[in-house]
């Protein structure tokens, strides 16, 4: 049987991850259509598009490698304090 204290946590976890998911969604959106779409019309353009698209790409690099090196920080100062508090 699963620790119900593992269950919440696991839980939580993952509604943060959802959250994240969204508001980086929200962020590309915001940011791309506002830098590639001057004048939103019925449709985009093909340069409109290829601007979305290569805008998108970038952003999301961004955040996974902004995402990666804030994760290495938070797991550094788990082990430093596992460690501190093994004294």
């Known amino acids: 049987m699963a620790d119900p204290k593992q269950a919440i946590m696991d839980q939580v976890r993952q509604q943060a991850a959802l959250s994240n998911a ?10 791309c259509f506002e830098r590639c779409v001057p004048k ?22 961004s955040w996974n490698t902004v995402s990666k090196q804030y994760l290495g920080h938070v797991q550094q100062g788990v082990q430093g304090q596992a460690a501190f508090g093994s004294f």
């Open 22 to 31: 969204r508001a980086l969604i929200d962020k590309v959106n915001e940011h």
């Open 40 to 61: 939103p019309g019925s449709s985009l353009s093909s340069s409109e598009t290829t601007c979305y698209t290569y805008c998108m790409d970038k952003y999301m690099n």
